[in-house]
């Protein structure tokens, strides 16, 4: 069983716990006292435990505020429209593709002569190789200056070196959560307003239970449930 790799540390927490230390020796140095090295050691963890909980609650109201949370109960149709709204108030014409033969690309976006194919992933999983190998082909097939994959989600390591070595931009998760929070309050439906303008009949999954979600293939829209890829049952839409 290959082991999990250990959570790298956020940078800033390190520079922090090692500035506790510096000023805990540093104290004791100077004032040769332990008593006095102890209450500047606790003074410092409740300064860092204020810094960390302002940092969560920023953090939060950044997620809050790009409705990052309604964007994940999405479905694969809904996530492309919401995406349109999103280019063309960045000044992009877009173009929403056909449901079916879209040749890779669920967007077209254009601007001053530069046309950029786009897939997008609605996804509770990471995107894989396959979103970066069909937006590498619609990049030719459009004529595409660029290719962009967009998600809510991560990628894998491989989906990542295939976009490396073909130059295509991966837009993760908090990618998208900062394009949105950069935009201008109100210039952008809300994701709940996309939803709501363009709703899906909900559809359950009869090997898991789970929630069927609207998508695109080669043939056209179908429903996959929402467990991939643990759960691979499909529906006609």
Known sequence: MAKRRKQQQDPIDALLQLGILAAFFITFIVTKSFIASIVVLFICIGVLFAI???RKMAAEERLKKSGIADIDKMD???FE???GHLFKARGY???VTQASGDFGADL???KEGTRIA???KRYSSSVGLKAVQEVAAAKAHYQAAEAWVITNSKYTEQAKQLASSNGIKLFSRNDLVDMIVQMNPGSVPS???VIAENPTETKLCGRCGKNMVLRKGPKGPFYGCSGFPKCRNIAKA
Request: glycine content about 4%; cysteine-free.
């Open 76 to 78: 694969g149709i809904q």
């Open 81 to 83: 429209q919401y995406l």
């Open 191 to 193: 994701a709940k307003q």
């Open 52 to 54: 960390m909980l302002a």
């Open 108 to 110: 077209l976006i254009e």
């Open 118 to 120: 786009i897939q997008a």
């Open 93 to 95: 014409q877009v173009q």
